[in-house]
């Protein structure tokens, strides 16, 4: 296994005015597993081609180890890819698809048997060995096609969307196995993907990327609870944290509805944010307590809010309760069955360290969590 170090690497593709990857730079450890993250069109694709060497570099540089990659053929780099497309060979049996690359080696054949066979248990291929890939669903040939990678000895593990393509339950259960996997055997892996739960699921760090751009490379617990700027903070969490403009008073961030008018107080420190007229202010769902009016009293110095009840949903294992409060609309997660009525009145409580504070102008984090 080895590093992989990304510096300043763009890509404009020919013939395209815009950088498709805009000098994203990575530290990825010895046996780390890493989920480039982001919408369609976002950049992770060929930031994974970069690295791969299907893709030519525009600028910057690309290490595996202490070794400078760029030049190098893909075939000359030691790095193992699952393809968004499969890329299996048809007249090949998937057994032998799996040990294609061992094939080629110099591995005895009971070693590559055994590994195939210790690959294929793990996926749950067993039954698909002898089958030709045209004979299987998309979701078995995605399987092959992570099994061919994960079989290898490689420097780097390269996964694309690895199971986009697998039912709920089946995924839930790979994912497990295969973190286990590549956790024991030390795999430094970058995987893409647009799904948030495979993101925090696989990975040790995630980096968020959003038009070319990294916006945070951090620990899932990074981008929930300290998130980098705006973009960070709706983009990760569902339902996506709560948004809001406020403007800095003495004492209290006054919180606007969409047309500027005052909606709610939260109290801070007189002074906390001297210097700034206004702010964004986002809280997480999952953070805001709700109580019965006259019950609230017990927040200590949680900023306490009335609101009323627009909408609750029992979702079999939380609620999403929609409060309004002015002219805001604000999303809470409870994990019990939350009783209020639609129409009810409701006190909310918002500990002071679940108030993320960000730059009205540039979306930078400013505050994570108000003075107490
Ligand atoms: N071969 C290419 N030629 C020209 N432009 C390309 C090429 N491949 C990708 N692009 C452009 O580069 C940008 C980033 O694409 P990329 O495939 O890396 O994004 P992505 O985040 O992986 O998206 P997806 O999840 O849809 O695969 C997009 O605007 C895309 O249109």
């Known amino acids: 296994m080895s590093t992989l170090t990304l510096t300043d690497v763009s890509k404009v593709y020919p013939g395209s005015s815009e950088r498709s990857v805009d000098d994203v730079s990575m530290a990825i450890k010895d046996g780390e597993i890493i989920a480039l993250l982001g919408s369609s069109g976002c950049g992770k694709t060929s930031t994974l081609r970069m690295v791969a060497g299907f893709e030519s570099v525009t600028s910057g540089t690309i290490r595996i180890g202490d070794t400078v990659i760029n030049r190098l053929k893909p075939s000359e780099r030691n790095v193992a890819m699952a393809f968004e497309g499969y890329a299996l060979y048809p007249p090949l049996k998937v057994r032998d698809n799996i040990a294609f690359s061992l094939l080629r080696g110099r591995t005895a054949k009971a070693e590559i048997d055994r590994r195939v066979k210790a690959v294929s248990d793990m996926l749950e291929l067993g039954p698909m060995l002898e089958k030709f890939p045209p004979n299987l669903s998309g979701g078995q040939q995605q399987r092959v096609s992570l099994a061919r990678a994960l079989v290898r000895d490689a420097s780097a ?21 295969i973190k286990d996997h590549m956790t024991l055997h030390r795999m430094t892996t970058v995987i893409v993907t647009h799904d948030q739960t495979e993101a925090i699921a696989l990975s040790d760090r995630v980096a968020v990327m959003d038009k070319g751009l990294l916006q945070q490379f951090g620990t899932p617990e990074d981008l929930r609870e300290r998130p980098a700027n705006l973009f960070v903070a709706s983009f990760i969490g569902e339902p996506p944290m709560n948004l809001y403009t ?77 409060i309004g409060i002015g002219g805001c609309f604000l999303i809470a997660v409870a994990d019990r069955h939350v009783e209020a009525g639609v129409g009810s009145q409701v006190v909310l409580r918002i500990p002071r360290d679940a108030i993320h504070i960000f730059d009205d102008e540039t979306g930078l984090a400013v505050a994570h969590g108000l003075s107490a």
Do not use: K
């Open 157 to 177: 593990y390269l996964l694309d969307e690895p199971m986009s393509q697998l039912e709920p339950q089946l995924r839930a259960l790979l994912r497990a196995r």
């Open 246 to 322: 406020a403007e800095v008073g003495g004492g209290e961030l006054v919180v606007l509805d969409e047309r500027g008018t005052p909606a709610f107080r939260i109290p801070c420190q007189p002074g906390e944010f001297a210097g700034r007229r206004r702010l964004s202010i986002g809280i997480r769902p999952h953070r805001v307590h709700l109580g019965a009016p006259g019950n609230g009293a017990a927040g200590g110095s949680d900023a306490l809010i009335p609101g009323e009840v627009l909408s609750n949903h029992w979702l079999g294992d939380h609620s999403h309760a929609g």
